[in-house]
Every structure is written in C-alpha cells, then in structure tokens.
C-alpha cells in the first residue's frame, strides 16, 4: 500500500539533545513537508522540499534543520536551539501538478523534559 | 502575509441538523482549495478538494466564491461520527504551491 510513514509515533527527549524525527513516502511524490501543531492551534510549515537535495524554510524554520537526499526520505532534526519543542509534528507529501493535494503521516508526538 | 480565517467554533449540533463553515483567505491569486478532517490527536485526512463549480460528495457541499476569496463547507444530516475539527487549505502559485492551513472550525455532534 502506498503512504506517508512516521517513526516513532511518540519520542521522549530530554532538554538539550538533538532528535531526529523520520518520514518516509512511497507516494513518489516530489514535494514534502513537516509541520508542527501545539494544542489547540493551527498547522506551521516548518520547512518544505520541492525536490531532491533542495529545501526550504516555512514559517518556524529556527530551531530545526532538514535533508533531501532521497525522493522518498525527508527527515528532521530538532535541535537543542529550539526553545519549545515539545509539539506534534506532521510530516507530508504531495505531487507537484494537477491540484498539489497533501497526504500526511500520523505523526510523531514528542515530548521534551 | 498571506492568511487563511476559520471561525474556531466549537459549533454543537443535534444529530440530523445541517452545519456550515466558511474560511476566508487573503491572496486572490490563491489557486487550490481544499478541506481537510483532523480528528482529536490524528493526522489531517483530505475530505474533499473545492472546485469553481462547487463539487458534492454525499451529504458533504463545498463552494469556491473568488470574488469575495471565500471556500465554504456544508454537511447535510449530521451524524455524530462527524465530530471533528475541519480545515481550510489554500494553496498559491509564487512559483510554487505552497499551503497555508486554516487553524480549523470545531464541530460536536450531540445525540
């Protein structure tokens, strides 16, 4: 079956360490994207790739850092730079044509103490 | 900056009622729209895309008014497994389609 994968589903860090957040499609779709939503609010673009081994930053880039070496692959790393990190992030893909609709992940949920 | 305005609600219906969300957005050179479910502690699911004509999908209406950059929702004999947070999406071409969500409209269907 085709789909966006997220792995863990939940992560526990402590302050102050690095943490990569993983996100796989097989959708073969050119475009991705990872967002952060806090309880209660809206979806924030972190950053996004149009394609491989190129990105961009969204609105809440600080922080956070992201690679496109494969098509397929679009991790993220939070840093220790981020002040609140404890979020759910949601990872996405789309086509480039036709009506560039979004698929997601399920999410990973971490908690940072 | 470019927004996208949802009425956060929560709107609360008796099952069976007829609900409508609308969603503002400011760029008129936005080019896709679209609504998406979240469901409490899940991942946005598309429920459908909006088209200029309007398009229909069972008991859900969504409706494109350029003119006053407007997309709305309409859902039709409500059922409780419709409770759920619904987004707007909208997408615009700088030389790239880049989506700007909503922050979603609460609905609870009551029995």
């Known amino acids: 079956d085709g789909g966006i994968t997220q792995s863990p589903k939940y992560l526990f860090r402590k302050e102050g360490q690095n943490v990569t957040l993983s996100c796989e499609q097989n959708?073969?779709?050119?475009?991705m994207y990872w967002y952060r939503q806090d309880p209660g609010q809206g979806l924030r673009l972190i950053y996004y790739?149009?394609?491989?081994?190129?990105?961009q930053k969204g609105d809440i880039a600080e922080g956070y850092s992201v690679s496109r070496e494969k098509k397929e692959s679009f991790p993220l790393t939070v840093t220790s730079a981020q002040k609140n990190p404890t979020a759910f992030y949601l990872c996405?893909?789309?086509?480039?044509?036709?009506?560039?609709?979004?698929?997601f992940g399920p999410g990973t949920r971490l908690t940072v103490t | 900056r470019k927004e996208v305005e949802q009425d956060p609600g929560p709107f609360n219906v008796p099952e069976g009622a007829t609900v409508a969300f609308n969603c503002t957005y400011s760029?008129?050179?936005?080019?896709?729209f679209f609504w998406y479910r979240q469901d409490c502690r899940k991942e946005p699911k598309l429920l459908m895309s909006?088209?200029?004509s309007g398009n229909e999908d069972g008991r859900f209406t969504a409706q494109l008014n350029r003119a006053s950059q407007y997309i709305s929702l309409l859902i039709r004999d409500s059922k409780l497994s419709d409770s759920a947070t619904y987004l707007c999406?909208?997408?615009?071409?700088?030389?790239?389609?880049?989506?700007?969500f909503g922050r979603g409209t609460s609905l609870i269907v009551h029995p």
């Open positions: 959708l073969n779709h050119d475009a």
């Open positions: 909006v088209y200029s």
């Open positions: 790739s149009q394609i491989v081994n190129d990105f």
């Open positions: 999406v909208v997408n615009w071409s700088g030389g790239s389609y880049i989506p700007t």
């Open positions: 760029n008129s050179a936005s080019q896709s």
């Open positions: 996405a893909s789309s086509t480039q044509t036709d009506n560039y609709e979004q698929y």
